[in-house]
């Protein structure tokens, strides 16, 4: 079993930055596809960014603003987040083991943490 918690979550102004970590345990995740989605009320989960290796892949609508990477070493991911504008924000939630942006296909999940861009 993979246990995944996230942090870094909080309240930004538009145009401001955040960092969000993927804490994994349980196993080493080095070898999973590990991907960031994020969720708002009455909407499904949206695919934002995964990784494999070391190349990310993104959302268009975050293309050029946020970059996903991991540090096997410390068996975490991170999601350097932008420009960010009011609209992203959602619930971010990390994924471990899965396809590419289907939310479906990923086995373990985090507990998500909150991102609020204030405009």
């Known amino acids: 079993q993979v246990q995944l918690v996230e942090s870094g979550g909080g309240l930004v102004q538009a145009g401001g930055s955040l960092r969000l970590s993927c804490a994994a345990s349980?196993?080493?995740?080095?070898?999973?596809?590990m991907a960031w989605f994020r969720q708002t009320p009455g909407k499904e989960r949206e695919f934002v960014a995964a990784?494999?290796?070391?190349?990310?892949i993104y959302a268009d609508s975050v293309k050029g603003r946020f970059t996903i990477s991991r540090d096997n070493s410390k068996n975490t991911v991170y999601l350097q987040m932008n420009s960010l504008k009011p609209e992203d924000t959602a619930v971010y939630y990390c994924?471990?083991?899965?396809?590419?942006?289907?939310?479906?296909?990923?086995?373990?999940w985090g507990q998500g943490t909150q991102v609020t861009v204030s405009s």
């Open positions: 990784i494999r290796s070391s190349d990310g």
């Open positions: 994924a471990a083991r899965g396809g590419v942006a289907g939310a479906s296909e990923y086995s373990y």
């Open positions: 349980g196993r080493t995740v080095s070898t999973y596809r």
